[in-house]
Structures are given as structure tokens and as C-alpha cells.
């Protein structure tokens, strides 16, 4: 007859949970008592059927959900809807800035325009020489050759404006500048110039000394108001002037930032 | 992949997405176990789901070592109270039924793909014996040999699990292999030949 005592020590024999001396008295046992044998035989065949057991997954998946966790659901509040807005807000103004930005460039704003060193037209100044010159002028004494109507007071007045600039005296510029057919022919009319101080001889008219000083003073006055040339430009050809900056373009770019921005901001607070 | 104790960590936080990871990690433990003691899948599927909730509530509670161990005491407790309820109030199993009208042990729905149409009538048998046994066993009784026998834990892990002391299991192992035998015993030629006890002469 098999114990209660003896089946516990069996079992527990057979999950190795003895201790050196009891599991030794065991086998002693073992080896002399046969019915203990047959315990130990059907209790171990008792343990493999259950270890052979079927083992069944789980049918489906025992995650929580918040309301399962009792975790209320939380509101966007005040702090996600922020960021939501704002995108909302700059991408409208991102495509009305694309809309304006092509619309600018549409109607040419931001095309340079092209400027001239000189404006000949209209300038009283640039009176062609044909005009200005009385008839019967000879032609060997108005010096070299030149087309009619060319603007033979150029160079004077290049000379003119730059001693202007340096800030010489316009009479003085007179006496230093080649004389033109203008001043040639009033000359010839007028006669040799004899020294004032001196005495004697025909001085030179009021009516001929105020148009050589009209010619000067036109000529300084369009020297003062032409714009300077740039550094290494040629004078003979025309510059460009800087182009315009486009609003619309700074607008746009600041605007998609912004969206992109508040964008990635609120995709941010969406996975939080 | 975080391991363990950072799931752990954070799902004390609060962190309900890392005690999740925990749960795929058990569950498929915690349903077997529940399974074996309540009989049933229909409750052990209640079982365990309960006892997920419970455990997530009661993180605080859990003071290191084993988590698996914590965790699946928390199983077989709500085990216990449901099985000590219907003691109060005995329910009607809703199993899907055979043709015979018994119990089905292993519904369709549960079986191995990669089985063969045999392989699966043993299991099934084989199930099914040791199913009905282990019904006969007191809901201590058979809990320990669950974790012990089934499970394949160790006496002091089982110690935990139950909440009772190393020679408790010791005993109450001793006494649920005994009875299962002598009840395994009775299918006698119903057992797949492979699992029958030899009779001497």
C-alpha cells in the first residue's frame, strides 16, 4: 500500500525537488519495493500525458482599449488646434502668394528697364548744328568734316561736365575747351578779343557772351543732372538698371515656411 | 524593441500602448492557463480579458520580479471568483456541441493548420480526457497541476503564481497527479495508443 507520504515524494522525486539525502533514501526504496516502482511509473506517465496536452492560442487579442483602461478620451484643446489653424491659415496665404506672384511676373514688374547715359531729344542744349550755325558759314573754317545735325558740342560738354564734377570754373572751361563751329563762326563775326584792361578795341557784345554762357550753363546743368556711370562701364553704351525685387516672391517663400512649418508641428502634437 | 522592464516602467507612466506589447506578450500563457481551469473557452476568454483589465489598473501594485508570475496570478484569481461564483449559480456551458450532443473540446476554429487530419484527432482525444479530468479536480488542485504539469513551471514559480507556499504545491501536485491518473486510467482503450497506461498481465 502506497502513502500519501510516499506518492508526495514520489512526485516530487520525479521533478527533481528533493534533496540529496532524501532523493538517495528514495532510490534505495526503489530498487527494493516494487509496488513504489509502479507509482513512480504511472505517476511519471500521468505527468507526460499532461505535458502532451494540446496547447491552445489565444482566440484573438486582449489588448485594452482606452475605455476598456478607464482613460478618458482626451480633447484636441486649445494647444492641438493651434497649430492647426495656423496651417490652415498659411497655406491659403501660400496659394494667394503663388497667385500673386505670377500675376506680378505676368505683367512684367520685375523686368529691368533700360536707361541711356544721355537723352539727346528735346534738350535745348543739343541743337542741331545746321540750326545753330548762321548760312554762309564756309566750310573750310568750321574745322573737320563732320555729318550735319551731328552733335558736334559732345566732347565739349563731356570735357565740360567732367572739369564740372572736379569743380573747375565753367569760364575757365571756355577757354581750355576746342573751340566749336558755334563759337567759331560767333568769333569771326565778333573779331579778335582785345585785353579789358588794356583798353581799346571792340569789346565783345552782351548778346554774344550771354549765349556762350547759355551753351555753359546748359551744358553744367545737364553734366549735374545725369546720372553717375558706374565703375568700369563704358560711356558709349547703355547700362541696366538694377532689377525691382518682387514682393510677391518674399511672400510666397515666408508663407510656404510657415506652412510647412505648422504643419509638421501639428502632425507632432497628432501622434503625441 | 524595449525590453521588459522599460515596457513595464512606462506602462506604470500610464502608458497604455507598452502594456499592450506586455499583453501579446502573456496572452497567449494567460488564455491557456485560464482555459485549463475554467474548462471553457467562452470563460476563459472573460477570464482573461478581465484580468488584463484588473492588471493594468493595479500596476502600482507591482513590486518587481517576476511580471509573467504577477500577471498570471491576477488570471487565475478572476478565475477563481468566477468559478466560485457560478458555484452560487450554476450556468449552462454555451461550447459549440457535437453531433452527440457533448461538449466540443477543440472547436474548428482552434485547430492547427499545420496538423494533419490524425494528428488532430489525437489532440483532440487527448484533450478531451484530460479536459474532463482535470474538471474533476478541485479548483486549487487542478490550478497547480495546470502550471506545474501544463505550463511547465517550476515549484517556487508556481508558489507564486498560486499565492501559497512551496509545500502546498508540493502536495496538492502530489494528490492532483494521483487523481488524474486513476481518472486518465478509466478511458482505458479510449486513449491514443501512444498515451495508454501498460497493465501488467
Given at each position: 500500500m502506497i502513502s500519501r507520504n510516499d506518492t508526495e515524494a514520489i512526485s516530487a522525486f520525479l521533478d527533481g525537488q528533493l534533496s540529496p539525502r532524501e532523493q538517495a533514501q528514495l532510490e534505495a526504496r526503489l530498487r527494493r519495493e516494487p509496488a513504489l516502482r509502479a507509482e513512480l511509473e504511472t505517476l511519471?506517465?500521468?505527468?507526460?500525458?499532461?505535458?502532451?496536452?494540446?496547447?491552445?492560442?489565444?482566440?484573438?487579442?486582449?489588448?485594452?482599449?482606452?475605455?476598456?483602461?478607464?482613460?478618458?478620451?482626451?480633447?484636441?484643446?486649445?494647444?492641438?488646434?493651434?497649430?492647426?489653424?495656423?496651417?490652415?491659415?498659411?497655406?491659403?496665404?501660400f496659394l494667394v502668394a503663388l497667385v500673386g506672384n505670377f500675376t506680378f511676373q505676368g505683367l512684367g514688374g520685375s523686368q529691368p528697364e533700360e536707361t541711356t547715359a544721355f537723352s539727346v531729344e528735346g534738350d535745348p542744349a543739343m541743337v542741331p548744328l545746321e540750326e545753330a550755325a548762321p548760312a554762309?558759314?564756309?566750310?573750310?573754317?568750321?574745322?573737320?568734316?563732320?555729318?550735319?545735325?551731328?552733335?558736334?558740342?559732345?566732347?565739349?560738354?563731356?570735357?565740360?561736365?567732367?572739369?564740372?564734377?572736379s569743380g573747375e570754373n565753367p569760364d575757365e572751361i571756355q577757354a581750355l575747351a576746342p573751340p566749336t563751329e558755334e563759337s567759331l563762326s560767333i568769333a569771326e563775326e565778333t573779331g579778335p578779343v582785345e585785353d579789358p584792361a588794356g583798353g581799346g578795341g571792340p569789346e565783345p557784345t552782351l548778346e554774344t557772351d550771354a549765349t556762350v554762357e547759355e551753351t555753359l550753363e546748359t551744358a553744367a546743368a545737364d553734366a549735374a543732372e545725369t546720372e553717375p556711370l558706374p565703375a568700369g562701364a563704358d560711356e558709349d553704351f547703355p547700362t541696366e538698371a538694377p532689377e525691382r525685387i518682387n514682393p510677391w516672391s518674399i511672400f510666397t517663400v515666408l508663407t510656404g515656411a510657415a506652412a510647412l512649418l505648422s504643419g509638421a508641428l501639428t502632425l507632432a502634437m497628432r501622434r503625441r | 524593441m524595449m525590453d521588459?522592464?522599460?515596457?513595464?516602467?512606462?506602462?506604470?507612466?500610464?502608458?497604455?500602448?507598452?502594456?499592450?506589447?506586455?499583453?501579446?506578450?502573456?496572452?497567449?500563457?494567460?488564455?491557456?492557463?485560464?482555459?485549463?481551469?475554467?474548462?471553457?473557452?467562452?470563460?476563459?476568454?472573460?477570464?482573461?480579458?478581465?484580468?488584463?483589465?484588473?492588471?493594468?489598473?493595479?500596476?502600482?501594485?507591482?513590486?518587481?520580479?517576476?511580471?509573467?508570475?504577477?500577471?498570471?496570478?491576477?488570471?487565475?484569481?478572476?478565475?477563481?471568483?468566477?468559478?466560485?461564483?457560478?458555484?452560487?449559480?450554476?450556468?449552462?456551458?454555451?461550447?459549440?456541441?457535437?453531433?452527440?450532443?457533448?461538449?466540443?473540446?477543440?472547436?474548428?476554429?482552434?485547430?492547427?493548420?499545420?496538423?494533419?487530419?490524425?494528428?488532430?484527432?489525437?489532440?483532440?482525444?487527448?484533450?478531451?480526457?484530460?479536459?474532463?479530468?482535470?474538471?474533476?479536480?478541485?479548483?486549487?488542485?487542478?490550478?497547480?497541476?495546470?502550471?506545474?504539469?501544463i505550463q511547465g513551471m517550476d515549484y517556487a514559480e508556481a508558489?507564486?503564481?498560486?499565492?501559497?507556499?512551496?509545500?502546498?504545491?508540493k502536495?496538492?501536485?502530489?494528490?492532483?497527479?494521483?487523481?488524474?491518473?486513476?481518472?486518465?486510467?478509466?478511458?482505458?482503450?479510449?486513449?491514443?495508443?501512444?498515451?495508454?497506461?501498460?497493465?501488467?498481465g
Open positions: 511519471d506517465r500521468t505527468r507526460s500525458l499532461l505535458k502532451a496536452a494540446p496547447h491552445h492560442r489565444a482566440p484573438r487579442n486582449f489588448t485594452l482599449t482606452p475605455e476598456m483602461a478607464g482613460i478618458p478620451e482626451r480633447s484636441p484643446g486649445f494647444l492641438f488646434g493651434l497649430p492647426r489653424l495656423a496651417f490652415t491659415l498659411t497655406t491659403i496665404m554762309g558759314e564756309s566750310a573750310a573754317d568750321s574745322g573737320p568734316m563732320e555729318d550735319p545735325g551731328t552733335e558736334r558740342i559732345q566732347p565739349t560738354e563731356e570735357v565740360e561736365m567732367e572739369s564740372v564734377e | 521588459e522592464p522599460t515596457l513595464i516602467s512606462q506602462a506604470r507612466k500610464g502608458d497604455l500602448t507598452a502594456f499592450n506589447r506586455l499583453v501579446l506578450v502573456y496572452q497567449d500563457y494567460a488564455y491557456n492557463v485560464a482555459y485549463r481551469v475554467m474548462g471553457e473557452h467562452a470563460a476563459a476568454e472573460d477570464a482573461v480579458q478581465d484580468g488584463m483589465i484588473k492588471a493594468y489598473k493595479n500596476l502600482s501594485k507591482f513590486r518587481g520580479g517576476s511580471f509573467k508570475s504577477w500577471l498570471l496570478r491576477i488570471v487565475t484569481n478572476t478565475c477563481y471568483d468566477e468559478l466560485r461564483r457560478r458555484k452560487r449559480r450554476p450556468t449552462t456551458p454555451l461550447e459549440p456541441l457535437t453531433d452527440d450532443d457533448e461538449v466540443m473540446e477543440n472547436p474548428r476554429w482552434l485547430a492547427d493548420p499545420s496538423e494533419t487530419p490524425e494528428e488532430f484527432a489525437v489532440r483532440s482525444e487527448l484533450g478531451r480526457a484530460i479536459q474532463d479530468c482535470l474538471n474533476g479536480l478541485s479548483d486549487e488542485f487542478r490550478t497547480v497541476v495546470v502550471l506545474v504539469d508558489a507564486d503564481v498560486a499565492g501559497t507556499p512551496l509545500g502546498t504545491i502536495s496538492r501536485l502530489a494528490r492532483a497527479r494521483s487523481g488524474l491518473r486513476d481518472c486518465l486510467q478509466g478511458f482505458g482503450e479510449l486513449l491514443p495508443l501512444s498515451f495508454r497506461y501498460e497493465t501488467d
